[in-house]
């Protein structure tokens, strides 16, 4: 059961366009996670947000994290050819005994950014 | 510093057989996950160490796997009798203590393909 929702599941565009991804939960995570990745690699963390209504920066790409820390956006601007790739949330759940800990992700947004 | 190192990253059986994969994380982490990932889908939770303890498994994770991690180190997952269910990219990620909110580092996973 994907308790994520991420929206779109693919997404096509031009190079110089910008473009938003969502991911959506009906749950509250400690902290939400993106990953890019490559077809044949694991996922590479992009950024880590972790206060509600937080907003990070990575050159070309804005992360956003709701207030209520049940939903986030990723905003790239002007895309690049090396912008494709799967993306993907992930919310972190943390368990009150034992300091167990789970990271569970939405099934990503595929990105093709054409030359 | 190598980064989460899996091996091997392919591996092809028929059924019925048993597979074993492992995965050495970065030597400072003391949490290590294992995940599957199959075509379409974002990664699914399976097991979690802290050091050596196995703190927490999925129900997805049915009586034919069985993972380790002796001596806190490096891990193991093994999968017996094989199905053709189980085809999936195995993924294994580390983290370091609490810091476990900056983010997971993933290796590049082992394709498992059941024939």
């Known amino acids: 059961t994907q308790l994520l929702e991420q929206s779109p599941q693919f997404l096509s565009i031009q190079e110089g366009e910008n473009l938003t991804v969502y991911c959506n939960s009906s749950?509250?995570?400690?902290?939400l996670q993106w990953y890019r990745q490559e077809p044949g690699e694991g996922p590479v963390l992009l950024v880590t947000?972790?206060?509600?209504?937080e907003v990070k920066k990575l050159k070309r790409l804005t992360f956003q994290f709701g207030d209520a820390r049940k939903d986030s956006s990723l905003h790239i601007t002007a895309a690049q050819p090396g912008d494709t790739g799967l993306y993907l949330c992930?919310?972190?759940?943390?368990?009150?005994?034992?300091?167990?800990?789970?990271?569970?992700f939405g099934k990503g947004t595929k990105l093709t950014v054409n030359p | 510093d190598t980064g989460v190192s899996q091996n091997p990253r392919h591996k092809i059986t028929k059924r019925g057989q048993n597979v074993t994969f492992r995965c050495d994380p970065i030597?400072?982490?003391?949490?290590l996950y294992w995940y599957r990932q199959t075509l379409g889908q974002g990664p699914e939770f399976l097991t979690y160490?802290?050091?050596?303890?196995?703190?927490?498994k999925s129900r997805l994770l049915s009586d034919r796997f069985s993972a380790e991690r002796p001596k806190g180190s490096f891990s193991t997952l093994e999968i017996q009798r094989t199905e053709q269910g189980d085809s999936a990219m195995y993924l294994c990620?580390?983290?370091?203590?609490?810091?476990?909110?900056?983010?997971?580092?993933f290796g590049s996973g082992t394709r498992l393909t059941v024939v």
């Open positions: 030597s400072e982490h003391n949490r």
């Open positions: 992930a919310g972190l759940r943390t368990l009150l005994q034992g300091g167990s800990e789970k990271l569970v």
């Open positions: 947000v972790v206060t509600g209504g």
């Open positions: 749950s509250v995570f400690s902290s």
């Open positions: 160490f802290q050091n050596e303890a196995q703190l927490e």
């Open positions: 990620a580390s983290s370091l203590g609490r810091q476990g909110d900056r983010g997971y580092t």
